[in-house]
């Protein structure tokens, strides 16, 4: 690497060891996109439950409210560097290992989860309450309503607020790695800071924009297609 400092030091790229680079990239990439599944899955059931049990009355209801709530809102308080290691005994047991890219989709899941569940929950109240009336005179079921008036209606906003946490998942992949989780978190972190390469550590950089500048065109594109007020 030589004695180059400052502004020159980002920019030696033979210090760059391309094919880790790609390696490092493509294991953001499917940690990202299988934690965002999950959580998609995730934040819509724990959205659901938030939405059904604030709207109906009764004891049981309200208990599940209070509890559900609670667990989001605790999950979503806790510093997701924090997380990770406080649920090391977790992973061990469900991964079989604390280290690599599989174990940090765990923490990456049940941080961002909770966090979707608020915005999903915030989506359906937003639904106009005149059509979900319309569909309850028409005789619809409460699956019914979900799957025919709740869903389709807040469309939109579920693709908007989906591309705000895959961001999120982004930058907590990053974070993750610089305990280990592989991706580009960990070799900018072990290839770049620690090696003292700042080329290493800006090419993950950019990389990293990259994709997060892909997954807004891609949310901002669906948003559009799906949004009835655009067509």
Not at 71 to 91: A, E, G, N, W
Not at 138 to 159: D, R
Request: proline share 4%.
């Amino acid at each position: 690497m030589g004695n180059v400092t400052g502004l020159k030091s980002y920019f030696i790229f033979k210090n760059v060891d391309w094919p880790s680079m790609w390696s490092a990239t493509w294991e953001t990439i499917w940690m990202t996109l299988l934690s965002m599944i999950a959580v998609v899955i995730f934040g819509i059931i724990l959205g659901l439950i938030l939405y059904e049990t604030r709207i109906h009355n009764g004891p049981v209801f309200r208990i599940l409210n209070w509890i559900v709530g609670l667990f989001v809102d605790v999950f979503r308080s806790i510093p997701f560097i924090i997380l990770i290691v406080l649920l090391l005994p977790v992973t061990k047991e469900m991964i079989g290992t604390i280290i690599g890219p599989r174990a940090a989709l765990p923490s990456l899941v049940i941080s961002a989860s909770p966090f979707y569940a608020r915005m999903v929950e915030s989506y359906f109240r937003e639904v106009d309450a005149g059509v979900i009336e319309a569909a309850e005179s028409m005789g619809a079921t409460t699956w019914g309503i979900i799957t025919k008036v709740l869903l389709p209606e807040s469309k939109p906003a579920l693709i908007a607020g989906a591309t705000v946490t895959t961001i999120s998942l982004i930058s907590y992949t990053a974070m993750a790695g610089a305990i280990g989780a592989g991706g580009l978190g960990n070799l900018a972190y072990l290839d770049g800071f620690q090696s003292n390469n700042n080329t290493v550590t800006l090419v993950a950089t950019v990389i990293i924009c990259l994709f997060v500048f892909l997954v807004q065109f891609i949310g901002d594109l669906l948003v559009k297609v799906t949004d009835k007020r655009t067509l």
